[in-house]
């Protein structure tokens, strides 16, 4: 039986390292982090492409993550990504590079392709940086001080618990139709009908868990107590501020480099 893979994150198997970006202040690094990514998204020349990845891989390096780490969640994206921009080349542009018979191979859809892809592998490189050096629960919390709602954190914390919860629920489901004579890997309207069926089985007990979770935490008092938030007294962590300011450096000249080309 095969088992639920996107039920498998494991982002958290790393987050007690040491590294400089494990060192860093969750909330200074969500705000470096994405600020970087937005850099990286506005370039759209190619001669910015070298530097875009060798700054993910720098920051890649310094936090000390192992190369699985990165070639295990860049496998099935990557896939996709190669689907969706696979006829790019030969269907955008007007310079044609190469031709055999009515296929066409143009040099913008090809320099579109490098494009979209660099920027994709360092965006996501940096992703996996923020996820991999800071546990789920201090992500949420470094998103709640910088003044996320405190209900949208709430949903997201609860969420993520429940996810693993109803994956494990889906296996149970899985393992009880194969001993019923159930055959996953065949293509077949059966199949589709079974599992059209158990999706719509694990809908249902999912709402139904929900209002479960929800009655749970009414009866502790949640949402009628005072949630205000605490302030508390922020200390100035020099390191953290530092490296937001370097990056924040990187990001702002990579957006100026874009915009003087």
């Not at 405190?150 to 919860?165: K, V």
Request: positive net charge.
């Amino acid at each position: 039986m095969p088992s639920v893979e996107f039920m498998k994150f494991n982002f958290e198997d790393h987050t007690h390292f040491n590294s400089l970006l494990h060192r860093w202040d969750v909330r200074y690094k969500i705000i470096g982090l994405f600020a970087l990514m937005f850099a990286f998204a506005s370039v759209d020349d190619l001669r910015l492409i070298p530097a875009i990845l060798s700054i993910s891989v720098l920051f890649y390096s310094l936090s000390q993550l192992p190369l699985k780490f990165l070639w295990h969640r860049l496998t099935y994206p990557g896939f996709f990504l190669l689907g969706v921009i696979g006829l790019l080349p030969f269907l955008s542009g007007d310079t044609i590079i190469f031709q055999w018979g009515t296929l066409s191979l143009k040099l913008e859809g090809c320099q579109a392709v490098l494009l979209i892809i660099s920027r994709f592998l360092a965006i996501f490189t940096l992703g996996l940086v923020l996820l991999g050096t800071s546990s789920t629960l201090s992500l949420i919390k470094g998103l709640r001080s910088l003044g996320l709602s405190p209900i949208l954190t709430d949903m997201m914390l609860i969420s993520y618990r429940y996810l693993f919860e109803l994956g494990h629920q889906f296996q149970k489901m899985q393992r009880a139709t194969q001993l019923r004579g159930f055959k996953p890997h065949h293509f077949s309207r059966r199949n589709l009908q079974i599992y059209s069926a158990l999706t719509g089985s694990l809908l249902i007990r999912s709402y139904q868990q929900s209002q479960q979770v929800y009655k749970a935490m009414k009866l502790r008092g949640y949402g009628t107590l005072s949630q205000q938030r605490t302030h508390k007294k922020v200390t100035l962590d020099y390191y953290s501020a530092i490296a937001l300011f370097i990056t924040l450096l990187i990001a702002t000249s990579l957006i100026g480099i874009q915009l003087f080309l």
